[in-house]
C-alpha cells in the first residue's frame, strides 16, 4: 500500500511540475515585475552625486539574442537571472538600500532560478547529448561579457555607493530585456 502512495505521489508531483513549466510564460513574466519592483524600492531616486559617474554599458547585446526555440530563451533567461543573483550577492555593504528589499530581490532571483532549473533539467540533458548549438553558445558568450563589464565597473569603483546605484539602473533596463525574452517563452 505504501509502494501505491508513493507511486501515485511521483506521477502527481511529476504532472505538478510539468503544468508549472507549461505556465513558465506566465510565472516569469509576473516574477520578473516583482524583481523589479523589488529593486526599485532598494533604493528609491537616483542620487544626483551619482550623474557625473555614468559608463555605458551594452545591454541591448542582449536583445541581439536571437534563439528560436523555447528551450534556448530559457537557458538564456536562467542564465541572466543567476548572473544577477552572483551581483546582488556580492560586496553590498556600500549600497545604502533598504536591507528588506534587498532580501526580498535576493529570494525572487533564486526563486526564479530554482522554477527554470527544474524545468530546464531535462532539457538540458537532452542539449548535452546533442552538441552544435552555436546560437545558444554565441549568447552564453554574449551575457557572460556583458555582465564581466558590470562587475568590472562594480570593481574598478571599488563597489562604492554610486556604483551599486548605476548599476541598479543598469539591471531594470535589463529586467526590460528579460521581459522581451520572456515574450518568447508564451505559446
Known sequence: RS???????LLFSSKISCLDCN????LQTRMNRESLEHLEKMGGNFPFQCLNEKTV???RDILKIRLSQQENAKEAILQILQELFHIF????TQAAWNETSIK???NGLHQQIEKLETCLSAEM????SYPGNENLLLTSLRLKRYFQTINDFLKEKQYSQCAWEIIRAEISRCFLMLNILTKRLQN
Open 3 to 9: 509502494l501505491l502512495q508513493f507511486c501515485l505521489m
Open 57 to 59: 554599458f551594452k545591454p
Open 89 to 92: 550577492n556580492n560586496n553590498l
Open 23 to 26: 505556465r513558465i510564460y506566465v
Open 125 to 128: 540533458e537532452k542539449e548535452i
Open 104 to 106: 526580498e530581490f535576493q
